[in-house]
Antibody
């Protein structure tokens, strides 16, 4: 069964850092764009960043540029999101999505930024 | 405020047809294909339609998509109780160099 499993979420103070991971299984990971999407409590979906198959292209939403870094390791079928300088407004469920049209989604990992 | 505009809510009775609209601009819907996602509260989103009109395997043909100019729409015919969910449109925006989502439409089956 195709599966994406996120991990690394948790409670962190403002200004802190977290590294999210997404492990893919039964999924031809290296052939697809990969994306992070977040959803704040009670809010809609918000695209965060995506990365090309070989990592040569990366795109970020405006408010996370310079703070978040997306990366991937095709040998490990894994996607990452390094989040630095976290703000309260970054609190959300973070989903990993795979495919050019985001056709596969993980169940998400919760990030809470609070003092 | 979302770059793509969707009505916040929609409703219908079982068997009816409901249409959800998604309005954008020339830098997104006007020049890019649109995808639609269904999200049952408490669960991850699920791809429903891409690009514009194609359904992934397993999505009933009661769901159909269309696009014209800078707008797109999702139609659900033969409405069923299990269709109650939040629906999001999304596309790539060439000006922002990023994906943009609509604010979501909460569908209630009365």
């Amino acid at each position: 069964e195709v599966q994406l499993v996120e991990s690394g979420g948790g409670l962190v103070q403002p200004g802190g850092s977290l590294r999210l991971s997404c492990a893919a299984s039964e999924f031809t990971f290296s052939t697809y764009w990969m994306t992070w999407v977040r959803q704040a409590p009670g809010k809609g979906l918000e695209w965060v960043a995506n990365i090309k198959q070989d990592g040569s292209e990366k795109y970020y939403m405006g408010s996370v540029k310079g703070r978040f870094t997306i990366s991937r390791d095709n040998a490990k079928n894994s996607l990452y999101l390094q989040m630095n300088g976290l703000r309260v407004e970054d609190s959300a469920v973070y989903y990993c999505a795979g495919g050019d049209y985001m056709h596969v989604w993980g169940k998400g990992t919760t990030v809470t930024v609070s003092s | 405020q979302s770059v793509l505009t969707q009505p916040p809510s929609a409703s219908g009775t079982p068997g009816q047809t409901v249409t959800i609209s998604c309005s954008g601009s020339s830098s997104n819907i006007g020049s890019q294909s649109v995808t639609w996602y269904q999200q049952v509260p408490g669960t991850a989103p699920k791809l429903l339609m891409f690009p514009n009109t194609q359904r992934p395997s397993g999505v009933p043909d009661r769901f159909s998509g269309s696009k014209s100019g800078t707008s797109a729409s999702l139609a659900i015919s033969g409405l069923q109780s299990e269709d109650e969910a939040d629906y999001y449109c999304a596309t790539w925006d060439t000006s922002l160099s990023g994906w943009v989502f609509g604010g979501g439409t909460k569908l209630t089956v009365l």
